[in-house]
């Protein structure tokens, strides 16, 4: 068990070490020079050249590289090149509310999903191809589109929810009580395009692994022997599928992580994919490489918390004779 | 082939399919045929769907704030969306078939590097990925065919992976080997051959998530560029009037639903027909 978790924090710290330096590469060999937005179209050569120097802009690729990857460890994740601010406060405000918004989407897309596709498993043809077609739709669903679209909804006809950001203009000047409904008013259309798609994918699965699990044999062998249905599907059918289950969220981790990259642009919800998107579009080094190994970070944190889950619950992973 | 056209859901996939790629290529004959054709602006933009302009021109998706005519732009914006999915699709299969296929064929420190990064490759967010590299050059519809490209290969090369590695001992691999034949040709001839079937599946899954990224990258304006319609730029600017003329966002997402709905249907009919044991997998 120890050792697997270990082969697994070994292979997980070298998807983040591959990621940053990957990212490193691909920014500096990138055209378009961020000295040159930085100081506008009116900088001189020489103004150019001194900037350049400041920033470290002029060393050798393999110096700024180690240089960087030395600071970074240390948490000193340098200025954002286009706003001034440091990059570890521009992300630390960023990563709570992606965390937030991702983490409260999964729960809510798995348990909805759950009850989906068991629904589903044990339904009839008509109720199950019903479903079907509703997920397979919800999961078509572009995030940033559903997001326009509840937002057309929600807010300009119906007049309920605000559009964007994660708190009103008026936030501060709110009671207690009052600051957080509004809050949670900012959260609702996010929260909900997330998760509407996360329902259709997360059903889907559940519904295929129950079917695959139901047509085994030890679940004929268990109703032969007389228990409920209830019993049959709570001890063998549900415990055997939960396996594929927990590993799907594992995998289904870098394309929640990528929704929310959408989704965060639309609402201009203040998180990590948000200011991706607008580093990536200023060019800004420091917060690109900081967002992108922040975000490997996060999703190789979840597959490693989705790997203790199976271990958890199939003893064979856990006793070192299977592999997850 | 028979089977699959049985099945409903391939019906319904490949029917979608095929009305959206005769629309895209019979585009002069199906609409206005030109899609960034501007009149006077003032008397024809935020036409309603179904409406008729002072000039009598029809316009069956009314107009965006351009007076341009919606429909057209659907038209148009599916041949981009076509071809940068289809041509994704192409490059990531053959990537995968390429990586999967040397992975499964040559055991020892071949196999272990390619499946080695594959697996990195698998564990990235796609669209972090996708960010960074459209934003390495200026955007454009190639550029945005690369990154998909290079970006998707990697469930193709898996499945690709384990398919040579089931064959690599079946007899008439062995036989082939046997007679003297190159590695390589017994690979391309013998092998390969049989291990594409379940490629299908997994580029029918793949091009409506292709089409889907392509819109989302367009969206954010790192993808095809305005005028040129795509139906992600098409959403990006409805974005702008989605108060007074709501059918310039709408009518781009539905008709991108409809197609990714086909492909994952498309795509799961295929895998019962081919497989009726493995009855799920996921696409994203």
Redesign the interface.
Known sequence: MLAHLGTRTLAGAVVVAGVVSLTFLLMRLAPGDPVARLLGPTATPAQLAIQRRVLGLDRPLAAQYAIWLGRFVRGDWGRSIATGRPVRALLGDAVPATLALVGTSLVLSYLLGLAVGAWQAGAGPRIDTALSITTVTLFALPGYWLGLMLVMAFTYWAHWLPAFGAAGLDADGLTLSSRLADRLRHFALPLATLTLIGVGGAARFVRGAMRDVMSQPFVRTAEAKGLTAFQVTRRHVARNASIPIITLIGLSLPALFSGAVFVEAVFAWPGVGRRLVEAVQARDYPVVMAATAVTAVLVVTGNLLTDLGVAWIDPRVRNGTRES | MKRLLRDRRAAFGIGVLVIVAGAALAGPLVSTGRPTLQRDVVATRFLRPLATDHSGSFHPLGTDRFGRDVWTRLVYGARVSLAVGGLAVLLSVVIGVLVGGAAGFWPGPVRTSLLAVT??VL??????LL????????PSAGLVIVVLGLTGWMSVARLVHGEVRSLAVRPFVEGAVALGLPRGRVLVRHVLPNALTPVIVSAALGL?NAI?LE??LS????GVQPPTPSWGNM?AS??DT??NA?WV??AP?IA??LV??AC??LGDALQDALNPAT??Q???
């Open positions: 697996d990195f564990a990235l967010p796609r669209v972090v960010l960074l590299l459209a934003a390495m050059a200026r409506g889907m819109a989302g969206f954010l304006g790192l959403i409805g974005r989605l108060v709501p966002a709408a997402g991108l639903v990714v709905v994952t249907l009855r799920y996921t696409a994203r």
